[in-house]
């Protein structure tokens, strides 16, 4: 079984804007993004983060890897057909 998730840009401008160097609070979730043969791809999702003494989020931001779990997302899309 072979799946595909295509990633479209609502404002390429705001997309520039909104760069911060990682996840913060509410970011749990948040797709890890690049771009592989002119194409964006999905390497992984937000999962960890630090916070220091002002509660400012700091590195490392740690990813969970979507190739790693490739076999549990496909069930789970799968499963919402």
């Known amino acids: 079984m072979a799946f595909e998730i295509k990633i479209r ?3 390429e401008d705001d997309s520039l804007t909104r760069r911060q160097g990682g996840i913060c609070q509410n970011d ?3 797709p890890l ?3 592989i043969n002119e194409e964006e791809t999905v390497l992984g999702v937000g999962s960890v983060f630090r916070v220091d003494k002002d509660t400012k989020c700091i590195g ?3 990813y969970t890897s979507t190739a790693r779990n490739k076999v549990f997302i496909e069930c789970l899309l799968e499963e919402t057909k």
């Open 28 to 30: 749990h979730g948040v």
């Open 9 to 11: 840009l609502v404002n």
């Open 33 to 35: 993004v690049t771009w």
């Open 60 to 62: 490392p931001f740690l």
